[in-house]
């Protein structure tokens, strides 16, 4: 709590909307929706496998993830996860195709929708780590290290998935 109206300043008190208890000013028409975060991750593939990054912030420092981050209000989650790559491994990437969507709930923070994709580095890029990576790797699917996030875990599956019946196609 310690919420305040946007309209009037009023603290906001609990009331119930569609079944849930929301904070809304007691006032006027103003309620705190809680409303979850967009992110965007990509598997991006490389000679030898896909590109991992090992954090050096929190959370998760020291383990790794896709490339990835939050989408900002004046981009596409396509173009959120391209400017991630270019910040986080120091290469730009070509987004192929949606692998999947995912929600993450938080207790102590809104809840995220994670899109995830599937990509490849552009001709000629090599990676390296940006600032918020201690380091960047390139790994097998049968040789993964220790993964950061849930979704990030469920998009290595989907993919990983989606390569397993790809390959068992005639």
Known sequence: MGHFC??????LVIRVFEGRELEACPNDDFVLWRD????AAIVVEAAG?????????EPGYGLWCL????????????????????????AKVEVDSVL???????TTAPSIVVVAYRGHLAAGEKVAPGEEMLEVGVFRLDALPPIAFP?????????AAAEAASASRP
């Open 151 to 159: 979704s990030h875990r469920e998009a290595l599956a989907r993919y």
């Open 49 to 57: 496998g896909i590109v991992l990054g090992r954090r050096a912030i």
């Open 67 to 90: 490339p990835g981050g939050f989408v900002n209000d004046d981009e596409s989650p396509a173009e959120a996860v391209a400017r991630e790559c270019r910040e986080e491994i120091g």
């Open 6 to 11: 946007v309209n009037c300043g009023s603290p």
């Open 36 to 39: 979850p975060k967009v992110a």
């Open 100 to 106: 999947d969507v995912y929600h993450g709930a938080k």
